[in-house]
T-cell receptor, first 116, second 113 residues
């Protein structure tokens, strides 16, 4: 979805380096998410944020940190990258759920990260 | 927490045939079930979703069915075309978890011309 952008699209880094992945959205959504995708494992939630002052850990947050700089921006950092963090990373956004169940999540194009 | 199982992991069909992908979920409180299609080099895109107050939903060649008692839901694609080739993900969510989606492991669908 062109309304959700991620930078960089591809990144190669070395073990121990700090790296930041950035996500921006123009959909005006309050909620933003970071997922990691590995072959055969689907998408696993790393962190999520329901508004600018809200940060929550997901299923696999160890080794990652996030920053919600504004409603439209949500960054994921790997403080000291390791090879098993090699994966495809997706940012997603959604609108506020108003008691009627889940709302659609809109995904960015992904960042392919290789840690050597 | 919620656990979503998806089968098969790969599916190969001939163009024009139907394809069915099945998912089971563990949390009976889940009430929203989206399906995403991921094409090569792109992020997942929603193709259809269903809420627990209905049993079936159709959109042209795709349909989703939900069996709340058995806690499973399925994606049906009829008259498959080569452009249907992609990875498909099911997911489940519930009210008191906000928008938290738990995803299945994905199905790689290949439609042979």
């Amino acid at each position: 979805d062109a309304d959700v952008t991620q930078t960089p699209r591809n990144r190669i880094t070395k073990t121990g380096k700090r790296i930041m992945l950035e996500c921006s959205q123009t959909k005006g959504h309050d909620r933003m998410y970071w997922y990691r995708q590995d072959p055969g494992l689907g998408l696993r939630l790393i962190y999520y944020s329901f508004d600018v002052k809200d940060i929550n850990k997901g299923e696999i947050s160890d080794g990652y940190s996030v920053s919600r700089q504004a409603q439209a921006k949500f960054s994921l950092s790997l403080e000291s990258a390791i090879p098993n963090q090699t994966a495809l990373y997706f940012c997603a956004t959604s609108d506020l759920a108003l008691g009627t169940g889940g709302k659609t999540q809109y995904f960015g194009p992904g960042t392919r990260l290789l840690v050597l | 927490g919620e656990n979503v199982e998806q089968h098969p992991s790969t599916l190969s069909v001939q163009e024009g045939d139907s394809a069915v992908i099945k998912c089971t979920y563990s949390d009976s409180a889940s009430n929203y079930f989206p399906w995403y299609k991921q094409e090569l080099g792109k992020g997942p895109q929603l193709i259809i979703d269903i809420r627990s107050n209905v049993g079936e939903k159709k959109d042209q060649r795709i349909a989703v069915t939900l069996n709340k008692t058995a806690k499973h839901f399925s994606l049906h694609i009829t008259e498959t075309q080569p452009e249907d080739s992609a990875v498909y993900f099911c997911a489940a969510s519930k009210n008191n978890a906000g928008n938290m989606l738990t995803f299945g492991g994905g199905t790689r669908l290949m439609v042979k011309p």
